[in-house]
């Protein structure tokens, strides 16, 4: 089975910009969570879909937003960028009440 | 509120053994989870505990006490490329939301 993908890898963005980032589950798997991974905050969740409806979502600002589609995609976007938006943002697909497996994550770059 | 608590860096001779612990305080509780992270690359998953005791897995193993918040890590015959984070994680009820701790970053020396 193909693991999680997600693209683009890397992403240079100036401040007020927005972006959207995309995320492929694993086939099978319906769950898709975002996190956010700085040096100094570990890793943090940002929001959980299932069957295209969020279920679930972490203390970040309405600039953060996401979706899922029927196929179980899915892509976060962050408008009007700031420059502590800098982070590596992971993606993790799983299937009901098991782990998540994690995608190998898109580094974006605010100037 | 939810709070985990791992060390934040810890060494450890190639072929020796080494404990990592996480406490946690969280609202809600189903299931710990410890995911490894090499830098640059995404968490893989490594364990799983719902259930108070030790659960083996080769080389790796993890123990979980509800009670306490308490929950180890436990790496045997440690290897070079064990050098890595090493990623606690909670599950509240239901749904998929993981609450990590900041990590603890496990360096295996020669």
């Known amino acids: 089975k193909a693991g999680v993908t997600q693209t683009p890898r890397y992403l240079i963005k100036t401040r007020g910009q927005q972006v959207t980032l995309s995320c492929s589950p694993i086939s099978g798997h319906r769950s898709v969570s975002w996190y956010q991974q700085t040096p100094g905050q570990g890793l943090q969740f940002l929001f959980e879909y299932f069957s295209e409806t969020q279920r679930n979502k972490g203390n970040f600002p309405g600039r953060f937003s996401g979706r899922q589609f029927s196929n179980s995609r899915s892509e976060m976007n962050v408008s009007t960028l700031e420059l502590g938006d800098s982070a590596l943002y992971l993606c993790a697909s799983s299937q009901e009440g098991n782990e998540q497996f994690f995608g190998p994550g898109t580094r974006l770059t605010v100037l | 509120g939810q709070n985990i608590d791992q060390p934040t860096e810890m060494t450890a001779t190639e072929g020796a053994i080494v404990q990592i612990n996480c406490t946690y305080q969280?609202?809600?509780?189903?299931?710990l989870f410890w995911y490894q992270q090499h830098a640059g690359e995404a968490p893989t998953f490594l364990s799983y505990?719902?259930?108070?005791g030790l659960e083996e897995k080769g080389r790796f193993s993890s123990f979980l006490s509800r009670s306490k918040g308490y929950s180890y890590l436990l790496l045997k015959e440690l290897q070079m490329k064990d050098s890595a984070s090493y990623l606690c994680?909670?599950?509240?009820?239901?749904?998929?939301?993981?609450?990590f701790g900041t990590g603890t970053r496990l360096l295996v020396s020669p």
């Open positions: 505990n719902v259930l108070d």
């Open positions: 969280t609202s809600g509780f189903n299931g």
């Open positions: 994680a909670v599950r509240g009820r239901g749904f998929q939301k993981l609450v």
